[in-house]
């Protein structure tokens, strides 16, 4: 047993860097991003020593257009093969959580050793095969202040429906080895929120009647109204929630 889990250990790889990514929303491009009304709720604007426009874009339509979905069923199934070890991922569900989004799934992880080889003919003898399961969860942190996004990896939990150390063995091929399933969950939310850009929030809020709304709060023109918000996006901040995007665009200070 402890020649299987070193040769485990060996396979999985083991490195212990944390993804952290962040970009400027104003330096992105609003190419092939639709604009759905129906993605900005709750839109309303505060006039006092600064004037602030606040909106939601609910879960449905920024799972949608993060393409979280997508990215769930691209790692689902068998995830590694070789001759002494098989990975399954299954059962793979996310939703958004205050500051965040968690992922919670089920893993299975068979492996085997070499018993014996034969010389005359190098017909290998193997183990039978031992099968383990358990489950895990994944959290990420999002965040946008004054136009600046923010991804990064955060808590982590791995289950095993036995006990021993293949748990660990395990969480260092999702967590931490190269191409681990934590760095592509970071890498697509982060990469969703660059097309989801201040830019195409500012048309979003502009399509849903933002400018002319401004313009009963304030004396100033739609036309005005409009470059006031497109203005704005670059200084766009945002939380998320269970409820969504909650964004904020100091439109005068």
């Not at 979905?69 to 001759?83: A, F, H, I, M």
């Not at 190098?122 to 039978?128: G, L």
């Amino acid at each position: 047993m402890k020649m299987i889990f070193a040769r485990s250990l060996l396979l999985f790889g083991i490195t212990s860097t944390l993804f952290i990514g962040c970009s400027t929303i104003s330096n992105f491009k609003r190419d092939n991003v639709p604009i759905v009304k129906q993605c900005v709720q709750n839109f309303e604007v505060a006039i006092g020593s600064q004037w602030i426009a606040r909106a939601t874009i609910p879960p449905n339509c920024l799972e949608q257009t993060l393409h979280i979905s997508e990215l769930l069923q691209q790692n689902q199934g068998r995830v590694k093969d070789t001759d002494f070890q098989k990975v399954d991922i299954s059962n793979l569900v996310g939703s958004f959580i205050n500051d965040g989004y968690k992922v919670n799934g089920n893993w299975k992880l068979q492996i085997r050793e070499v018993i014996l080889i034969n010389r005359d003919n190098n017909k290998v003898h193997y183990t039978p095969w031992t099968d383990d399961t358990g489950s895990f969860s994944q959290e990420i942190s999002i965040r946008i202040d004054n136009g600046t996004i923010f991804v990064q990896a955060t808590n982590h939990s791995l289950n095993r429906d036995k006990q021993g150390l293949i748990r660990d063995l395990l969480g260092d091929f999702l967590v931490y080895g190269k191409g681990n399933f934590r760095d592509k969950l970071v890498t697509q939310v982060r990469d969703g929120l660059n097309a989801l850009n201040g830019a195409t929030i500012a048309d979003m809020l502009i399509e849903n009647g933002a400018a002319k709304q401004l313009t009963t709060k304030v004396p100033i023109n739609e036309q005005q109204a409009i470059t006031l918000i497109n203005a704005a996006s670059k200084r766009m901040n945002a939380r998320i929630s269970p409820k969504g995007l909650d964004i904020s665009l100091i439109l005068k200070s």
